[in-house]
């Protein structure tokens, strides 16, 4: 089953600007749109990104997507220590005919 | 505002089948598909299917087909997913979450599912 790879853990200070990548192949992120989810403990995944770039109303421009090939990145700028979460990507795959999803990667605040 | 109220958390042996619940408001239901995804503990989210709720068509992932079925009442602005023959790995949160056209926007708040004999 295809799947999308990410880094397990990411970290920075309050302030800082933080990257998480999210590595597909052709049959999802290339050739289709990439989303972002934000779950914290407990809870169910918000969404923050949508069709690679575009933000919900009431999420903070803090949070971006980018796409690129077959990758794709979320970038939030001046972190809060609200941010700490995990942080899921998503692209729907042309071979399963549905959304694959990442590892999630779990950001921490110092 | 838009809104899914998924049923309560189940306990159920090996073998048994369990069907959980999502009541939908604040749009219209027809106009859009509904995503079933589940996390079991530790692990990643796994999209196990769709339905779209307006002609009743679904799609299920190859993994779980045979074992799964997802309906909707468009009366009631409700869908369900049965799972059948239940087996440990099957304990997980199953949330449902509306389609934004090929991926899910908004969630339910889960439903635990927990396979024990």
């Known amino acids: 089953q295809s799947v999308l790879t990410q880094p397990p853990s990411a970290s920075g200070t309050p302030g800082q600007r933080v990257s998480i990548s999210c590595s597909g192949s052709?049959?999802?992120?290339?050739?289709?749109?990439v989303y972002w989810y934000q779950q914290l403990p407990g809870t169910a995944p918000k969404l923050l990104i949508y069709?690679?770039?575009q933000r919900p109303s009431g999420v903070p421009d803090r949070f971006s997507g980018s796409k690129s090939g077959t990758s794709a990145s979320l970038a939030i700028s001046g972190l809060r220590s609200e941010d700490e979460a995990h942080y899921y990507c998503?692209?729907?795959?042309?071979?399963?005919?549905?959304?694959?999803f990442g590892g999630g990667t779990k950001l921490t605040v110092l | 505002q838009v809104q899914l109220v998924q049923s309560g958390a189940e306990v159920k042996k090996p073998g048994a089948s369990v069907k959980v619940s999502c009541k939908a408001s604040?749009?219209?239901?027809?106009?859009?598909?509904m995503h079933w995804v589940r996390q079991a503990p530790g692990q990643r989210l796994e999209w196990m299917g769709w339905?779209?709720?307006?002609?009743?068509?679904?799609k299920y992932s190859q993994k779980f087909q045979g074992r799964v079925t997802i309906t909707r009442d468009t009366s009631a602005r409700t869908a369900y997913m049965e799972l059948s023959s239940l087996r440990s790995e099957d304990t997980a949160v199953y949330y449902c979450?509306?389609?934004?056209?090929?991926?899910?926007?908004?969630w339910g708040q889960g439903t635990t599912v927990t396979v024990s004999s």
């Open positions: 979450a509306r389609d934004d056209t090929i991926c899910p926007d908004v």
């Open positions: 604040g749009y219209t239901f027809t106009n859009y598909a």
């Open positions: 339905i779209n709720a307006g002609t009743g068509n679904t």
């Open positions: 998503a692209a729907w795959d042309d071979s399963l005919s549905g959304p694959v």
């Open positions: 052709s049959s999802n992120i290339e050739s289709n749109y």
């Open positions: 069709r690679n770039n």
